[in-house]
């Protein structure tokens, strides 16, 4: 796969709304930084924990500056799209800040959460005359907060309400109850993407992704009706995206349900890899 899949890289970008153009940058190799991103399919917030050594008292007061953004960069030093790639790991709201230690060992960490602000803070207070689809609501949703739309189903399944309904309180209680409650699926705001989930054996829109020895994949083993696969970082991986796993004792296609990105850029005796739990999909072909 070529010496350059080993070549680490990882950057942290930080920006605040109330400090334009005062964010600051770290990246290896002058800076080491260590990182542990675990992403569920469940709607609360993805949280990850970075950890950068032997920042300054400015750097660090920057990071805690209300309303500050962090983006975790990290991959290869390679092109992108190809096995080698670097990319975004997460981008969400610095929700906590703790400094321990002095000199060499002096570890800044900071806790990200995947729109995190908006999950605790945004209400949907609007009202539809009937009759009106579920799917008209959820364009509504993904135009008023500015939302794409997510590894998910094709197609959500319509339901109409014929008399109309109406939605006054937090943003995630009309999104439980348009799809939690009326459609048994799951969603999360994951990359500013709406994500809607509902059910294993559904591929979704992206396609989908072939894991084995020459994408990555490092091994699998079964548990239960679930896989887990680790990998070389695999930066555009999240729960929802439809695998097709080629290994030796394993064959068939999953639906992520938990990706866990754990690294740290400066030690190569520490981890770097991607770890994909993913459940089994109606038709899939297990060996070995």
Known sequence: MGARLFRRFVRLNTSSEQFVGEGVSFKTPSFRIGFDVLYKSSSRPNKAKVMIWNLNEQS??????????????????????????????????????????????????????????????????????????????????????????????????????????????PLRTALDELIVEDLEGEWSIVDGNLQILLGDDVPTNQGDFLLNKNTGLIRAKRKKKAVEMTCLMLPDMRPGRFLQLQSEQIKGFYVARTVQFKGDGYEASQRFQTIIKARILHGAEVVG
């Open 60 to 169: 660090i007061e920057i990071l805690a500056r209300p309303l500050a953004v962090a983006t975790l960069i990290a991959g290869y030093k390679g092109t992108t799209g190809k096995p080698g790639y670097k990319g975004t790991i997460i981008k969400g709201d610095i929700v906590s800040l703790d400094t321990v230690g002095k000199g060499e060992d002096k570890i800044t960490t900071i806790e990200v959460k995947n729109a995190g602000i908006l999950y605790r803070t945004a209400r949907y207070d609007t009202s539809f005359a009937g009759p009106i689809s579920n799917g008209a609501i959820l364009k509504d949703i993904i135009t008023q907060f500015n939302l794409g739309t997510g590894f998910g189903t094709t197609a959500i399944p319509e339901l109409i309400y014929p008399e109309g309904v109406t939605f006054c309180g």
